[in-house]
């Protein structure tokens, strides 16, 4: 099992910056690839970035690509998302997942989210 706490959601203006983090315990962090996903009011959760056991490959989703930042830290057991120049679009739960494939999907273990909202 891997426990996954998320934190640093919160209120920004547009344009503004935030940076989660996702706290992990219980079994190798380093084992796991790790995903951001979100989820508004009414749609369906939607993929945001990943990073592979490394922190060597990240992926993520056009919406957010050149705007948001995906890294982690192995020795804190802990995956961060910095997010820059945020939208009142990108007003969602945030959460974080763990994957044991390295390149992305099915995510095994979950979050329980951190809300983002950004107001314009």
């Known amino acids: 099992q891997v426990q996954l706490v998320e934190s640093g959601g919160g209120l920004v203006q547009a344009g503004g910056s935030l940076r989660l983090s996702c706290a992990a315990s219980g079994r190798t962090f380093s084992n796991y690839a790790m995903g951001w996903f979100r989820q508004a009011p009414g749609k369906e959760r939607e993929f945001v970035a990943h990073i592979s056991w490394s922190g060597g490959n990240t992926y993520y989703a056009d919406s957010v690509k050149g705007r948001f930042t995906v890294s982690r830290d192995n020795a804190k057991n802990t995956v961060y998302l910095q997010m820059n120049t945020l939208k009142p679009e990108d007003t969602a739960v945030y959460y974080c997942?763990?994957?044991?494939?390295?390149?992305?999907?099915?995510?095994?273990?979950w979050g329980q989210g951190t809300q983002v909202t950004v107001s314009s």
């Open positions: 997942a763990a994957s044991s494939n390295d390149y992305g999907g099915p995510y095994d273990y």
